[in-house]
Each structure stands twice: as C-alpha cells, then as structure tokens.
C-alpha cells in the first residue's frame, strides 16, 4: 500500500510570507502527527490530529497550525515566516492508537531566506 | 530523552562488527519505546519497540534492551552492513501519548 506522501518535498520562502504543507497518510490512518527537525533541536513535535480534531499539542507559537479534513489527510500552515522556522517538517500517520504503527513521511524541506 | 546538540554523537562501526547505539530517557513514567533509523532524504523509519514490561527483545539483526532502573535504552545491530549508515533515534511515548525524540547517533559504517 502506499506510504505517508507530503508535498512538496522542498520549498524556499522569503520571511514573512506564510507556507502551507501536506500530508496524505496511509489508507486506513486517522492520525497524523506532525514534527519540525533541524540539526539544532532534533525532532520536535508540533501537533496530532485525530478525526479532524487536533488532539495533541507540542510547544510551538501561534503561528504554526494544522488541520484534518474528513479523508485524514492533514495541513500544517506557517504564518509570518522567520528564518528559524527553516527545517525539516515530518509527518507520520496511525492507526490512532497513539504512536502504535507510525509511518512517517520523507518530509517537506523548507528554507526560509 | 539525551541533551540536543549542533553536532550528532558519531559511532564509527567496521562493516561485519555488531554496534551497540545507546539512548537515556527521562520519564520514568513511559512505558513504551522506539528505535528508528533515518537515511538522508529520508523520513524516519521504524526499527524496533519495546514495552516497558519487557527488558529485551529481538527482531531481524537487531536488539533492544531496556533498563528501566536507569532509564537506558540500547540498540544492538549485529554484523553491521553499509545499509546500516544512518542516523539512529530512540523515542519514548510520554503519558500524552506523543513521541519524544532524542538527540539521535549518526552510525557510519567503514569498509
């Protein structure tokens, strides 16, 4: 069956403007995670989503958010754009049974300039 | 989880040798733990689990071990191949049911 596919797979980005990622999680998955990795922090947890409904949390600002539409595939939007917010964003689906059986993505390169 | 740095902790292994990759976590209250290994361009992928009723388990070339009276995980990778080059990650899954990562150890295997 098909992995988690996120897209694009690389985006470059002038600070301030906002971006917005994707995730199509495995057939079957109702949860999607979302993580933000740079060399710095390692893997960081931004937010679940969970039939639609964000469920988890992680400790990021405002500016990042998500949502889920009713086929699980998920959206994570950055606003007013910061040149540490250049990383790796990851996304891994579930069954939904917390992280049981997690499948992560390749990832969207972001670079902010 | 191990204290985040600019640079990884490196384990140079010579192919056919068995590497040990180690891991310290930090709550004592999670009860269940991953390894993961991430390739470049890639995403991380799943290795092995544990529960934190068990202290060792074995899959494919692989072996965790888990003490949990100090808080340690390990990943043993027996005849270490080139594939094997990665960087490597232990995950704990904290009471709010989410992953936290550690730092991670950047494997290179030498010929």
């Known amino acids: 069956k098909a992995g988690v596919t996120q897209t694009p797979r690389y985006l470059i980005k002038t600070r301030g403007q906002q971006v917005t990622l994707s995730c199509s999680p495995i057939s079957g998955h109702r949860s999607v995670s979302w993580y933000q990795q740079t060399p710095g922090q390692g893997l960081q947890f931004l937010f679940e989503?969970?039939?639609?409904?964000?469920?988890n949390k992680g400790n990021f600002p405002g500016r990042f958010s998500g949502r889920q539409f009713s086929n699980s595939r998920s959206e994570m939007n950055v606003s007013t754009l910061e040149l540490g917010d250049s990383a790796l964003y990851l996304c891994?689906?579930?069954?939904?049974?917390?992280?049981?059986?997690?499948?992560f993505g390749s990832g969207t390169r972001l670079t902010v300039v | 989880g191990e204290s985040v740095g600019l640079h990884l902790p490196t384990l140079s292994v010579q192919e056919g040798d068995n590497s040990i990759i180690n891991c310290a976590y930090s709550?004592?209250?999670?009860?269940?733990f991953i390894w993961y290994k991430q390739e470049s361009g890639k995403g991380p992928q799943f290795i092995i689990d544990i529960r934190s009723n068990m202290d060792k388990r074995q899959g494919q070339r692989v072996t965790v071990l888990l003490n949990k009276t100090v808080k340690h995980l390990s990943l043993q990778i027996a005849a270490t191949q080139p594939g094997d080059s990665a960087v490597y990650f232990c995950a704990e899954v904290d009471s709010w049911g989410k992953l936290q990562f550690g730092a991670g150890t950047q494997v290179v295997v030498t010929p």
């Open positions: 709550n004592s209250a999670s009860d269940y």
């Open positions: 989503y969970f039939s639609e409904t964000q469920r």
């Open positions: 891994a689906s579930s069954l939904g049974d917390s992280p049981y059986g997690y499948t």
